[in-house]
């Protein structure tokens, strides 16, 4: 595993609030929420820097990714309002941790996205 700040959070070096856990996905709360809901989800067994770093064997990797956070929004009851599940690669999409992770936003109403700043 990497050094980077999500690999250290994976071998529990640095705490982090842990709501998902399996085999092969971590799920914890953002330090920084931009939403009242706001949980990243990790591969714990494969660090991969970004998105476009992705090859086709990668492809289960990312839908237990989906289904993780799926599965968080079934359970702590997010699924009937709706939640948006984002994906940044690279800075200018907002990546700050070069190790791939999915953003779950929910709780509020979430405004339309993408315009350049």
């Known amino acids: ?3 980077t700040l999500f690999g250290k959070i994976i ?3 640095i705490p982090a609030d842990i709501v ?3 085999d092969d996905v971590l799920g914890f709360r953002d330090i920084a929420p931009q939403a009242p809901v ?3 989800f990790i ?3 494969q660090a991969i820097p970004t998105l476009d770093d992705l090859r086709p064997g990668d492809a ?3 839908g237990k990714l989906v289904l993780a956070a799926a599965e968080y929004a079934r359970r702590e009851g997010l699924a009937q309002k709706g939640y948006r599940v984002v994906m940044n690669c690279r800075e ?3 990546q700050t941790v070069f190790h791939l992770h999915l953003h779950l936003l929910a709780g509020a109403r979430l405004g339309h996205f993408g315009a350049p700043r």
């Open 60 to 62: 289960e990797l990312v």
């Open 92 to 94: 200018d999409a907002g």
């Open 38 to 40: 706001h949980v990243l």
């Open 1 to 3: 595993m990497t050094d």
């Open 43 to 45: 591969p714990k067994n």
């Open 20 to 22: 998902y856990e399996d």
């Open 11 to 13: 071998r529990r070096e």
